[in-house]
T-cell receptor, first 114, second 112 residues
Framework: DTAVSQTPKYLVTQMGNDKSIKCEQNLGHDTMYWYKQDSKKFLKIMFSYNNKELIINETVPNRFSPKSPDKAHLNLHINSLELGDSAVYFC?????????????FGPGTRLTVL | GENVEQHPSTLSVQEGDSAVIKCTYSDSASNYFPWYKQELGKGPQLIIDIRSNVGEKKDQRIAVTLNKTAKHFSLHITETQPEDSAVYFCAASHQGAQKLVFGQGTRLTINP
């Protein structure tokens, strides 16, 4: 199936731990994104990469570090997890880097920090 | 920067009736307005979009209207069906911008 996939789907961890979420797209897109969706469903962009180059870096704590080993992958590493990091994290991709390009979202990773 | 307000936050309609969700935006330079649908347990999916050179766009039972003067746009769903139940997000951006700014979302429930 052509899609955006994320692993894991669920992640439960203790405060202070370090965790990673992986994302892969096989759509041949040039741009990938990370979004955070809080408990009220508010959807906010965190990062975007175009051909492995960081394009958007919103006001996100530097405990969050995205890494793009190639244009098909964009992983999110989170250090020293806090309770407020609990949310659903969505990876997305688009053909180009323009906001007018349709974004294809992955199924999400629900992160719970205890 | 752009700010998008979406109303209502929840909407419940009887099957077969119409549903309308409204959004306002703040940046007069915005000229692209997509709508995304998020079903339970899934990521958002684009269902329709409109650019500022048109005032209305329709695709089967869904339509979007845009009023650039008032800086608001709306999603209209006619003859609603149970599978329309989902969270709907509006968004706005302008050409050259590299990100979408999303509204807060509307949880639509279709009652049988």
């Amino acid at each position: 199936d052509t899609a955006v996939s994320q692993t894991p789907k669920y992640l439960v961890t203790q405060m202070g731990n370090d965790k990673s979420i992986k994302c892969e797209q096989n759509l041949g897109h040039d741009t990938m994104y990370w979004y955070k969706q809080d408990s009220k469903k508010f959807l906010k962009i965190m990062f975007s990469y175009n051909n492995k180059e960081l394009i958007i870096n919103e006001t996100v704590p530097n405990r969050f570090s995205p890494k793009s080993p190639d244009k098909a992958h964009l992983n999110l590493h989170i250090n020293s997890l806090e309770l407020g990091d609990s949310a659903v994290y969505f990876c997305a991709s688009s053909q180009g880097g323009a906001s007018w390009d349709e974004q294809f979202f992955g199924p999400g990773t629900r992160l719970t920090v205890l | 920067g752009e700010n998008v307000e979406q109303h209502p936050s929840t909407l419940s309609v009887q099957e077969g009736d119409s549903a309308v969700i409204k959004c306002t935006y703040s940046d007069s330079a915005s000229n692209y307005f997509p709508w995304y649908k998020q079903e339970l347990g899934k990521g958002p999916q684009l269902i329709i979009d409109i650019r500022s050179n048109v005032g209305e766009k329709k695709d089967q039972r869904i339509a979007v209207t845009l009023n650039k003067t008032a800086k608001h746009f709306s999603l209209h769903i006619t003859e609603t069906q149970p599978e329309d139940s989902a969270v709907y997000f509006c968004a706005a951006s302008h050409q050259g911008a590299q990100k979408l700014v999303f509204g807060q979302g509307t949880r639509l429930t279709i009652n049988p």
